[in-house]
């Protein structure tokens, strides 16, 4: 492994696929979490695989490169999620014209919609934590913070998913 990223960074574009291709798939699924459709999640792994073979030759311990590239992919998610945020949401008076009907509209919550509830910091720690499996300290060296701050964040971002969670099953 540790050959393939020095291949990599020497400007081998074969071993640079082959490293990348072993860790799409778990990029994808991150990147589906923050930006929650298909489109999206696929356009992370492409914005994630043209920056790291763009900068791989600045990556200092090739023994990282999985934390390195992961820490791309959630840049470039943040990054998109803020992007979309802009977008301007469609006036109730078009949404006859489009077809939107009050039954397609679920009132449900989903784990999704608990998560959209934290800042980013906390969903960062909650994906990586949850989702991808990542220790508290591989989640502290990914996000460059204190072990104790992930721990913390880690805490508060459970007891928001908890209260959210209890307040949404109130009201169904």
């Known amino acids: ?21 072993q860790y799409q798939d778990e ?10 459709n298909q489109n999206d999640a696929m356009d992370v792994v492409q914005e994630t695989a043209y920056r790291s073979f763009k900068k791989i030759d600045t990556l200092k311990n090739p023994e990282y490169f999985k934390t390195w590239l992961i820490k791309i992919a959630i840049n ?18 078009y949404e006859d014209f489009i077809g939107f009907e009050d039954e397609d509209i679920s009132l ?10 934290l800042n980013e910091d906390e969903k960062s720690i909650i994906i990586l934590r949850f989702y991808q499996e990542y220790s508290l300290k591989e989640i502290s060296d990914l996000l460059n ?4 701050t992930i721990k913390s ?13 209890k307040g949404a099953q109130i009201c169904e």
């Open 153 to 165: 964040l880690l805490y508060r971002a459970l007891i928001k998913l908890r209260k959210k969670f």
């Open 27 to 36: 990029i994808y699924r991150m990147a589906f979490t923050y930006v929650k």
């Open 145 to 148: 913070m204190p072990l104790g």
């Open 76 to 93: 470039c998610a943040i990054e998109l999620v803020r992007k979309n945020k802009k977008v301007i949401e469609l006036k109730p008076q």
């Open 108 to 117: 449900s919550v989903t784990l999704q919609d608990l998560l959209d509830q």
């Open 1 to 21: 492994m540790i050959r393939l990223i020095k291949r990599a960074q020497k400007g081998d574009d074969q071993a640079f696929l082959k490293l990348f291709q």
